[in-house]
């Protein structure tokens, strides 16, 4: 890609972005080499796994990369055959453990990221590695006593040679023949040797070597004689405790070095896993998209927004490439044609990289062989260039090195010189690249580009609006509909003198003032368009749920139905047999005792009668299928308040208010549905609501409340009032649904969101225990909670 082109649309800010987001050296380093692509298949793959890397993301809040450290210099410095510190073993150590755990987690994913868990196959856990350095080297970087014998040894001796010293020295202090000597009763060390601070005054009371003296002369640090041969020793068995302990560290560094190429590779694909992660992070901040991938040179963004500029951005509706090879974009000064002109380069270049784009479901964007920009003000005095000089290098330099297939964006193309001859060399320029197969976006405030752009067949007009009645843009883009500079109106409006503005009206060529009343009286009539489009889809939209609603709630209804009848044919169904079974076995038990009185078969015959009447009052206790619903009968309508209850179900609900001719909005239980107050009957005071003939006969049903609570929440990125609102609600449903476990997904962050979930879970009553989950179920983004 051009570099000059990915300077102008400001790239290098889309990778800051994307760097900081990264856990690791090596994943940050890929991150600001990433360059876009020209290769489909090449962009498709990195689009797909951006997407696994969301996915993993919003599951279980991202891959477990803590721990990874960036290994390359330290395997460079193994194989110069430098000797590794305890801490740099430690992160050789810790970055196998990490690609382990990351190995066994993204396995597990395969099937929803098949791409990630083909690249784990890149990760080396070195075990037997680890095993030697975590043997070896303690949890701070330091060498273990365990590390060797020998080291074991020297380090026993040290310690006993240390203690026998601080006793000698603690009998001195302790001496009451010392007592004046000392300046105070304590051990001090100078120049790596145990001494005592002894007044200058009673020099030779303690006999030894002088190794200091205080600022003052006051006190001079003494070793005594007594400790000295001791000291010597000691400094002996610390001279070979470094020498076992760097021998210790040069075998371990000897084992890296020949584990070299694994863990390089291991870290490659770190980093590269580091990357998508980081991806899929941007991706949630931009709460951006997948765009859909086409082979051709095109682009079609829906609310498309730029993924710099912060606060409220106005989003735009932009195509190219598809009915249209070229687009000019024509508007007031500061209405968004600049800035139109960066979003669509900038999501380009975006898409080619693997990233997902701030934009609306559907958007997409082909793949382009180049992309080229002209933008901004290209002047310099060092090289003696005007503005107009400046855009003609960027210029020539397109023509000269983009390929079809390739995007070109051109800011004020023409502008800097006379109008005339500025506009027909922009229309020259524009035509040519067209011709050679090149989409071309380029703003202007030339007409005759205007005119150029109706009358040339790949190109189309488009505009910023702006709103006349406040003299502002709308940051909206037109297409299809030239823009107008609206200088005069704008200059009127803010008081210039009506004589002036008529002799500028005047000075206008008479075909460029035709030009701006056509273009105005377009503008006006789109608009119209646009308004009665729009309210005729709010209309479409508002019908479309009414329809959806009502038929979702009725489906609720006749399923809520349907559970009730079967689960009392059952349950009547399994008392009939239960009863069936004791009676027969009465049955055979008489007929085997031979004692078949005229009561016996009474009784027998009996138990079948009763048998018989039983099943049809199971037949009866199923609700019957809900008849066709009879037309409405009743002389007055249903109002707010009043119960009623949907013919052929038999469930009781409340007006939430007045019916209307065609249809009620009722509230049964905690459903609300809009229904034709044809299929509704008045509940008549004193009715009962509860439970049907049927539930009151087997006496052992209970209607409850279908619900499918899902096993885990998603906290992450919410509020944290809101959180903890949801949080109870869901602790509730859960219990209610007989959940025994479930998840809690709160994100890493700061941590300010978990220990918020935590301290609220320690006062719920329905918690009975929690913890953090593991690594392969989000580890420090989420908790595992068990409930009472």
């Avoid at 430098?82 to 987690?105: I, P």
């Avoid at 095109?298 to 609310?303: D, H, Q, V």
Wanted: charged content about 30%; some cysteine; hydrophobic content about 40%.
């Amino acid at each position: 890609m051009n570099t000059n082109a990915l300077r102008l649309l400001e790239y290098g800010r889309v990778l800051e972005h994307l760097a900081e987001r990264c856990s690791t050296g090596m994943g940050t380093r890929r991150a600001l080499e990433l360059t876009p692509s020209a290769d489909f298949q090449e962009i498709e793959r990195r689009q797909q796994e951006t997407a696994e890397g969301r996915r993993l993301l919003e599951s279980f809040g991202g891959m477990p990369l803590g721990g990874a450290r960036d290994l390359m210099p330290h395997l460079e410095k193994a194989l110069l055959a430098g000797s590794l510190t305890g801490r740099e073993l430690l992160d050789v150590h810790d970055t196998a453990a990490t690609a382990e755990r990351l190995r066994a987690f993204l396995k597990k994913q395969t099937s929803a990221c098949p791409l990630l868990a083909g690249l784990a196959d890149g990760l080396e856990g070195v075990p037997d590695l680890r095993k030697a350095i975590a043997d070896a080297i303690d949890e701070v970087g330091e060498v273990r006593d365990s590390a060797s014998p020998e080291l074991s040894k020297l380090r026993r001796d040290i310690r006993t040679v240390t203690g026998r010293i601080q006793e000698k020295l603690n009998s001195l202090i302790s001496s009451s023949s010392l007592r004046d000597a000392l300046q105070d009763p304590v051990i001090v060390t100078r120049q790596g040797r145990w001494c005592l601070p002894v007044r200058s005054d009673h020099r030779f009371a303690v006999p030894g070597i002088v190794h200091d003296a205080s600022a003052s002369g006051a006190t001079l640090f003494i070793e005594p004689q007594a400790v000295v041969e001791l000291a010597n020793r000691l400094r002996e068995l610390e001279a070979a405790e470094r020498e076992e302990v760097e021998r210790i560290l040069r075998q371990l560094t000897t084992k890296v070095a020949a584990r070299a190429e694994e863990l390089r590779g291991t870290c490659v694909t770190l980093g590269h896993l580091d990357l998508i992660n980081a991806k899929a992070l941007l991706a949630e901040s931009h709460r951006a998209v997948q765009p859909v991938l086409r082979r051709s040179p095109m682009l079609k963004f829906t609310a498309a927004r730029h993924p710099l500029l912060k606060g409220e951005v106005v989003p735009i509706d932009v195509r190219l490439g598809l009915d249209f090879r070229g687009l000019l974009i024509t508007g007031p000064n500061t209405g968004g044609k600049t800035v139109t002109l960066k979003t669509m380069g900038l999501l380009v270049l975006m898409t080619q990289s693997g990233l997902q784009i701030p934009a609306a479901h559907g958007s997409e964007c082909g793949v382009f062989s180049d992309v080229f920009a002209d933008i901004g003000d290209e002047q310099s005095i060092e090289q003696s260039l005007s503005t107009f000089s400046g855009h003609i290098r960027n210029i020539v330099s397109t023509l000269r090195e983009i390929r079809p297939g390739g995007l070109a964006l051109f800011d004020e193309i023409g502008a800097g010189t006379d109008p005339a001859e500025g506009a027909a060399l922009a229309s020259a320029v524009l035509e040519h690249l067209a011709g050679r197969d090149v989409c071309v976006v380029a703003t202007t405030h030339y007409g005759e580009l205007k005119r150029f752009a109706f009358a040339h067949p790949q190109f189309e007009n488009a505009s910023v609006e702006f709103d006349r009645e406040t003299l502002k843009p709308t940051y909206r883009l037109l297409i299809g509909v030239p823009g107008a500079s609206h200088a005069l109106h704008i200059a009127a409006r803010l008081g210039m003198p009506e004589e002036v503005i008529r002799s500028a009206e005047r000075a206008l060529e008479g075909q460029a003032q035709e030009t701006d009343n056509l273009i105005r009286q377009v503008e006006v009539l789109r608009a119209q368009a646009m308004e009665q489009e729009r309210l005729a889809e709010q209309a479409r939209k508002e019908a479309e749920q009414l329809r959806t609603s009502y038929e979702q709630n009725l489906e609720r209804l006749n399923a809520a139905r349907r559970q009730v009848r079967d689960e009392v044919q059952s349950e009547a169904r399994r008392v009939i047999d239960d009863l069936q079974r004791q009676l027969e076995q009465v049955l055979r038990e008489l007929r085997t005792q031979k004692r078949h009185s005229q009561h016996t078969e009474g009784l027998s015959n009996k138990a079948k009668k009763l048998i018989r009447r039983m099943e049809t009052a199971a037949e009866r206790a199923a609700p019957a299928p809900a008849p066709e619903a009879p037309p409405a009968q009743e002389p007055d309508r249903l109002r707010k308040g009043e119960r009623v209850r949907m013919t052929g179900v038999g469930t009781v609900g409340v007006m939430l208010e007045d019916a209307t001719d065609t249809e009620a909005l009722v509230a049964f239980g905690n459903v609300e549905a809009r229904v034709s107050p044809d299929r509704l009957e008045r509940v008549e005071p004193g009715e009962p609501s509860g439970p049907g003939p049927a539930d009151l006969r087997t006496g052992r049903l209970q209607l409850q409340k279908a619900s499918s609570v899902s096993p885990e929440i998603m906290l992450r990125g919410q509020r944290v009032e809101e959180a903890l609102e949801a949080l109870d609600r869901y602790l509730d449903d859960a219990c209610l649904a007989g959940l025994e476990r479930v998840r809690v997904i709160h994100g890493k962050g700061t941590g300010a969101m978990r220990r918020a979930v935590w301290e609220f879970m320690r006062r719920h009553p329905a918690v009975a225990s929690m913890e953090l989950a593991d690594a392969d179920e989000g580890g420090e983004g989420a908790t595992i909670v068990r409930l009472k």
